[in-house]
């Protein structure tokens, strides 16, 4: 079976080499006093400064293609790490006189990236995803608890020369596993999936119809506005998570992670951290509907379906599910239903239900009951279990309902309230 890979050039692995080159030659020029190369020192150090130009030059074109923009960014890159480099080298053995200073460096670096955001403008040509037109065997993929299922045709999607997802032809379901239950869903072609693995077979025949209507699709407008409700955005090249406690967004040349234990920002090959930030175990999944509103996203253990119907997150233990005026939540110690003037909450030792003109709640030992204006108390640990219990298991009755885009069902609902009150008046 032939998969599919990302095109790799020459120039590509030549830079890789160089980089582990200069790595080794820095390491050289620390130690120059011990290996007696004082002798070499500018020579070294020129060496250091041709071999960052150099690098950074081969590295154009690796997202976008060649372009006079990226050349110039790629030199006032090159000339900001120079101006690390020499900054820490005076304390380092840097030869007295050196005719370039950090400072001078930093200054072409910022000069140099604002020609390259000015010539950038003028550049010829629009950066896009787009689909390409070749086609290879889908028969299903895994995700972890998220599977899709089905059979049909893959077509890689590039954004610049790299590789960003594929979209697909064919008959396929998504099957995603969460506490609720299992959410399966029939999904309509185009179908994009936006992810860098693999997840195609041998190649075949493509479908110049079909490239033309996804990428047509792929570009549209609809697909790009970021609706003020939206907490999520994957285009295969942009990435954006905001959920609970955490925040993720990833750009080809930037990445932020902000969590409750710490944040962290990359650009480019340089690392900001401050505390311990939760980073994903792998990278952000999506799979939509291109013509629909289905989107499904996992990062890590967090996983988002959206539908046209409702919607359901999960955040490790706590899950959340919202459809028009009715939300549920599920943890590890709280659950709770609201829909309309229906309301139970539990949480720990303690517990409340109301509905119409019914409210029942419990906690410290005591269950208070107010039907129809009467108000009646009953001091009694057992009763007051009892309304935790029936409580909690009424909320998560209810949930097989709602996954399915059913709603709350009233009826059941009003019978086991009845049947708790019943149960409650045995203890007046």
Known sequence: MSLYYEESFLRFRIRDYLKGLTA??????????????????????WAIIALIVIIELLGVGRWFGVTVSGVIFALAKAAFLIAVFLFFGKWLGLPEGFPITAGTAFAYAVVL??????????????????????????????????????RGKAYPVKFGRRMVGWVIDGSVEVVAETPLGTVRKKLIPPIAVWTSLSIVGKKTSPDPAFVEMANRLMHHDRLYKKNKADTVVDLGFLKVYEGEDFEYVKLPFLEVIETPSGEEVRIGPIRIREGHPERPPSEMLTIRELTNGFQLTKI?????????????????????????????????????????????????????????????????????????????????????????????????????????????????????????????????
């Open 300 to 428: 890590g253990d967090r996983l988002r379906i959206q539908t046209e119907d409702y919607s359901i997150e999960v955040s490790g233990e706590r899950v959340t599910y919202r459809s028009g005026g009715e939300s549920l939540s599920l943890g590890k110690d709280h659950v709770s239903l609201k829909a309309g003037d229906v309301s139970i909450t539990v949480g720990r030792g303690r517990a409340k239900i109301r509905i119409e003109d019914v409210v029942i709640s419990a906690k410290d030992g005591k269950v208070r009951i107010r039907v129809g204006g009467k108000i009646h108390t009953i001091e009694d640990a057992e009763a007051c279990q009892l309304v935790i219990e029936k409580a909690k298991e009424i909320v998560e009755e209810q949930s097989a309902e709602l996954i399915e885009g059913l709603g709350v069902d009233r009826a059941r609902l009003n019978k086991r309230v009845k049947e708790l009150l019943e149960e409650l008046m045995g203890h007046i």
């Open 113 to 150: 990236a604002i020609a390259a955001l000015l010539v950038a403008k003028f550049d010829k040509g629009e950066i896009k995803a787009k689909v390409e037109s070749k086609a290879y065997e889908f028969t299903g993929a895994h995700f972890g608890n998220v599977e899709l299922v089905g």
């Open 24 to 45: 080794l030659l820095i390491v050289l020029w620390l130690f120059k006093g011990w290996l007696r190369l004082e002798a070499y020192n500018e020579y070294m150090v």
